[in-house]
């Protein structure tokens, strides 16, 4: 029986084009479920239960809060997506390849399962530990395909503050979820559906 030797893992670095179809959606899937996992054991450490993040609020408050940020963002973006060039906001291909092929429903749900676990993790844990300012640099440095240019970089810092502004002022994890999932979901289907020219 051949011994395992951990010094035999060679760790290369992958593009995008490398990936297939499969390959894509489990290493998407796959992040987020350690994305979930990190946060719900960062709360328990924070002496918290996570289970209290998913009770609805009595008001539905946070419906407003949530679609009224996702409506700003996504105007904001679109308006700035007019006089930006796309190299500008290149994000080395990641999200065409996730949205380009799907069907809307796989849109839906990876739109919902994003917003659920990054929120958990960035609002929910981290946002108690170090405040909205803070965790929305770290928001937005784990975006890495953004890194490479201010503008998406910058982008992403503004949502995730709003995120976590509107769960601040809203005082449910709801709010921030809904917002994240419309922004996602309304992006992909842009990404789904545009017409090549």
């Known amino acids: 029986m051949k011994k395992f030797d951990i010094r035999n893992i060679k760790i290369r670095k992958v593009t995008v084009d490398q ?13 987020q479920v350690l994305t979930l996992i990190i946060g719900i054991v960062w709360i328990l450490f924070q002496g918290r239960n996570p289970l209290d993040f998913f009770k609805l609020p009595i008001t539905n408050d946070f419906i407003i809060w949530g679609t009224g940020l996702a409506i700003l ?15 500008a906001a290149d994000d080395g291909g990641v999200n065409e390849r996730i949205f380009k092929t799907r069907a809307l429903w796989h849109i839906a749900v990876i739109s919902l399962v994003v917003a659920i676990c990054e929120e958990v993790l960035f609002r929910g844990a981290i946002q108690f530990a170090i405040g909205p300012y ?64």
């Open 73 to 87: 963002v996504l105007i904001f973006d679109l308006g700035i997506s007019r006089f930006v060039p796309e190299e």
């Open 134 to 197: 803070w965790t929305s640099i770290l928001f937005a440095a784990i975006h890495v395909r953004y890194l490479r240019h201010w503008i998406p970089t910058g982008l992403v810092f503004l949502i995730s503050y709003g995120l976590g502004w509107i769960m601040i002022h809203t005082g449910t994890l709801w709010a921030p979820i809904l917002a994240h999932f419309l922004i996602d979901f309304v992006m992909g289907c842009i990404i789904r559906f545009r017409r090549e020219e």
């Open 19 to 31: 990936l297939n179809d499969k390959m894509l959606l489990m290493n998407l899937y796959v992040t």
